[in-house]
């Protein structure tokens, strides 16, 4: 049974940072890749990047490079986003999602909300 | 990046109907195409990957067609369950994109 469960809401200000866990169950962290998707209040789906986490190896979306940091914890099987100098436009649900190139995504997280607001 | 483009981006039917979406990508991406269906104040439920085949447990009202950069989802017979907003998705190659999403009202 696989599950992806995800850290809890939160509120930053501008220019600050958030990290968001995701925690897996089954045999996610030893074959598979996490990817980070965002969806903004009304909006649709923003696939932001992955990791592979036996690997360590990461692929960033070009929108994100520079601002956004993914990593894991094999031995908690947890994976991490953390997405710094936030402005207003980054207040979304993120969710960690099983999948990448040539991997359906499969299974998701329930997301995580993130505020930002002064 | 590749574009996905969806249509209709919203779409009004009845109990019982039968409903198409339609997905074009900018470029070939062969089958590497998924389907979603998302719920408000839900996370996305996967339902088809490899443009046509169907996760585990989804029902069989749901089907995907097509290959390269046509693609199309069909609700056999909506049901209220149904409504919902659909997103295609290709992963081809990175970054992964999606459609802008189709929502699906009732009449």
């Known amino acids: 049974q696989v599950q992806l469960v995800q850290s809890g809401a939160e509120v930053k200000r501008p220019g600050s940072s958030v990290k968001v866990s995701c925690k897996a169950s089954g045999d996610t962290f030893s074959s598979y890749a996490i990817s980070w998707v965002r969806q903004a209040p009304g909006q649709g789906l923003e696939w932001m990047g992955r990791?592979?986490?036996?690997?360590?190896?990461?692929k960033y979306a070009q929108k994100f490079q520079g601002r956004v940091s993914l990593s894991a914890d094999k031995s908690t099987s947890t994976a991490f986003m953390e997405l710094s100098s936030l402005k207003s436009e980054d207040t979304a649900v993120y969710y960690c999602a099983r999948g990448d190139t040539g991997l359906a995504t499969d299974y998701w997280g329930q997301g995580t909300l993130v505020t930002v607001s002064s | 990046d590749i574009q996905m483009t969806q249509s209709p981006s919203s779409l009004s039917a009845s109990v019982g109907d039968r409903v198409t979406i339609t997905c074009r990508a900018s470029?070939?991406?062969?089958?590497?195409l998924a389907w979603f269906q998302q719920k408000p104040g839900k996370a996305p439920k996967s339902l088809i990957y490899?443009?046509?085949s169907l996760q585990s447990g989804v029902p069989s009202k749901f089907s995907g067609s097509g290959s390269g950069t046509d693609f199309t989802l069909t609700i056999s017979s909506l049901q209220p369950e149904d409504f919902a907003i659909y997103y295609c998705q290709q992963y081809d190659s990175h970054p992964l994109t999606f459609g802008g999403g189709t929502k699906v009202e009732i009449k």
């Open positions: 470029q070939d991406i062969s089958n590497y």
């Open positions: 990791i592979i986490p036996v690997l360590d190896l990461t």
């Open positions: 490899a443009a046509s």
